[in-house]
């Protein structure tokens, strides 16, 4: 696995250069291309979520009691999050979300692997249904024998991730499998539609942007 050098975004969250070029794309491995782009090296996690909403006075998701996460969970992926409660957080960071084929290569690289370690699932390797969790895990837990090509965290199950791009205003698309599903779905091309106000417990997101946020 080639480890890329780590960067700092506004949030002061790790973030991961992505080269620009062609790679292979969905599961009949398109050859496409991105220009170089950075993306989160892990999902977004309760207490970034929290600091954004303690500086722009964004509401909490609707599971936290008097504004505080789940005991235990500081470092889990935040969820019940909605399209555009990601979209502010991002927003907020100087980021945006990630588009679909940004999404995928930072999970994939250019080899047109199903997972992001390789073409064999384990189930050491991430947190799906497989592993018998059944709830979100810390991020980074899975490290780095889970990691994709380019080192990016959690890019298989844990939760669903949000993607950008131009979508109906009605469906937005989701990226990476959770906690809830098996194998099949974590894989790197795996996806569901989902209406942007909708909140989940396995739904969350990572951030991405064209230059490193000041």
């Not at 080639?2 to 250069?17: A, N, S, V, W």
């Amino acid at each position: 696995m080639e480890q890329m050098e780590t960067f700092t975004g506004k949030d002061r969250r790790p973030m991961i250069l992505i080269p620009a070029g062609e790679f292979l794309f969905g599961e009949d491995k398109q050859e496409v291309s991105t220009e170089a782009f950075y993306i989160d090296q892990f999902p977004v996690t309760n207490a970034d979520f929290k600091k954004f909403v303690e500086a722009s006075g964004h509401s909490n998701p609707q599971h936290w009691r008097k504004g505080v996460w789940p005991e235990g969970k500081e470092n889990h992926p935040v969820v019940n999050v909605t399209w555009d409660d990601a979209a502010s957080y991002a927003e907020w960071a100087g980021k945006r979300l990630p588009t679909e084929l940004e999404w995928e290569k930072a999970a994939r690289g250019t080899d047109g692997r199903l997972w992001p370690w390789g073409n064999t699932f384990s189930i050491n390797n991430c947190n799906t249904s497989d592993f018998g969790v059944l709830d979100t895990t810390p991020v980074g837990q899975y490290s780095p024998s889970g990691d994709s090509p380019y080192g990016a965290v959690d890019m298989a199950g844990n939760v669903w991730e949000w993607a950008g791009g131009k979508y109906s205003p009605l469906r937005m698309p989701l990226r990476g499998g959770n906690w809830l599903d098996g194998a099949a779905e974590a894989q790197t091309f795996s996806r569901r539609m989902h209406t942007p106000h909708r909140k989940n417990d396995f739904v969350g997101f990572r951030c991405a942007a064209d230059e490193l946020p000041e």
